[in-house]
T-cell receptor, first 113, second 117 residues
Framework: KNQVEQSPQSLIILEGKNCTLQ??????????LRWYKQDTGRGPVSLTI?????NTKSNGRYTATLDADTKQSSLHITASQLSDSASYIC????????????FGRGTSLIVHP | NAGVTQTPKFRVLKTGQSMTLLCAQD?????MYWYRQDPGMGLRLIHY???????AKGEVPDGYNVSRLKKQNFLLGLESAAPSQTSVYFC????????????????FGPGTRLTVT
């Protein structure tokens, strides 16, 4: 069964600090992995999308990495801001069979001043 | 562009009542999706559509029906609401299906919070 596991479940950091969120997956065959940011009460917004051949992608202060061999991804946030407080969701899509993407449960990040 | 819009934003139903959630997109996307999001769980796909007049079952389709009569609209219906359908419902749209080497962007609506008592 395809699965996406995210860690930690929640994280509290001080404004200005860096942090790294983890995503491990068992989806096969792999097509792409994306990270979403979901603010409270809103729909998810895409941060990065990576295919098998990409091992890093940046979007401003957000940098995602992908290791397709170990089936792991990370999202690194640099110089955190209060507006980074949100849930970060890892989603993995398969290239074979059913279209249905597999969503992780998300990491809840709180940035304190 | 308004992007993806959902109507209504909030709704309270009694068990057994019916209702329809409306999703509209103005980006000319072929694909549209309905998800539900419950506390402590990832988003789960209910139904999706790959084009006008087509629908397909997702991961959790039971108790829901959908219709895609127009390319820009995707309706989600609850014929007889149950408390287990209390959730936040998100609609999304994209240009194409994610096949090997092909990347698509999903755009989500703001969500509909549904409570069934």
């Amino acid at each position: 069964k395809n699965q996406v596991e995210q860690s930690p479940q929640s994280l509290i950091i001080l404004e200005g600090k860096n942090c790294t969120l983890q995503c491990n997956y068992t989806v096969s065959p792999f097509s792409n992995l994306r990270w979403y940011k979901q603010d409270t009460g809103r729909g998810p917004v895409s941060l990065t999308i990576m295919t098998f051949s990409e091992n890093t992608k940046s979007n401003g202060r957000y940098t995602a990495t992908l290791d397709a061999d170990t089936k792991q991804s990370s999202l690194h946030i640099t110089a955190s801001q209060l507006s980074d407080s949100a849930s970060y969701i890892c989603v993995v899509s398969s290239s074979g069979g059913s279209y249905i993407p597999t969503f992780g449960r998300g990491t809840s990040l709180i940035v304190h001043p | 562009n308004a992007g993806v819009t959902q109507t209504p934003k909030f709704r309270v139903l009694k068990t057994g009542q019916s209702m329809t959630l409306l999703c509209a997109q103005d980006m000319n996307h072929e694909y549209m999706y309905w998800y539900r999001q419950d506390p402590g769980m990832g988003l789960r796909l209910i139904h999706y559509s790959v084009g006008e007049g087509t629908t397909a079952k997702g991961e959790v389709p039971d108790g829901y029906n959908v219709s895609r009569l127009k390319k820009q609209n995707f309706l989600l219906g609850l014929e007889s609401a149950a408390p287990s359908q209390t959730s936040v419902y998100f609609c999304a749209s994209s240009y194409s299906r994610g096949l090997a080497g092909e990347i698509y962007e999903q755009y989500f609506g703001p969500g509909t919070r549904l409570t069934v008592t």
